[in-house]
């Protein structure tokens, strides 16, 4: 019984890993050719290594879009201004990507993910009288958790 159980979690993990080659390899030549993008106030591409963006410029946010490959990127946004209603996209292969948000934003998130996550831990749930970020992110053994920067420093 041992031996089965050990062989299936080999097979499982050969699995895992063909995955992951494949999205990595169809998603590597997309990656290069879309930055920078045109319309977008904020993007940025990770590839490779791991990262701490604090976001400044410009100051007012309204639309971005992030990408990560076989990376970390903690990506700042608690000095920025928001208006009522943002977008920001994320794509997120193999890594790990953490928004920090300031306290007066509602996250709204819509994640997909391929064995990974995708979380929102502000603790803002549809307040409609602060600005909202849409956040449409999807994760590809990869996780993305957007948190309140209050609680990311405590």
Do not use: W
């Not at 990656?31 to 591409?45: N, V, W």
């Not at 971005?64 to 990376?71: M, P, S």
Request: with cysteine.
């Amino acid at each position: 019984m041992k031996k089965l159980k050990k062989q299936f979690l080999l097979l499982l993990s050969f699995i895992a890993s063909v995955i992951a080659l494949i999205i990595t390899f169809q998603t590597k030549g997309r990656l290069k050719e879309s930055i920078p993008f045109a319309g977008y106030t904020h993007s940025h591409l990770t590839k490779k290594t791991s990262e701490y963006i604090i976001a400044s410029k410009p100051k007012q946010f309204q639309k971005g879009i992030l990408k990560i490959i076989f990376g970390t990127l903690t990506y700042d946004m608690s000095h920025l201004q928001f208006p009522d209603v943002s977008y920001l996209e994320c794509d997120v292969h193999l890594g790990t990507l953490t928004i920090l948000v300031p306290p007066n934003v509602n996250v709204i998130l819509e994640g997909n993910s391929i064995l990974g996550n995708c979380a929102s831990l502000t603790g803002h749930y549809l307040n409609d009288d602060i600005p909202q970020l849409h956040i449409k992110a999807h994760a590809y053994i990869a996780n993305v958790s957007i948190r309140c920067i209050d609680d990311f420093q405590s």
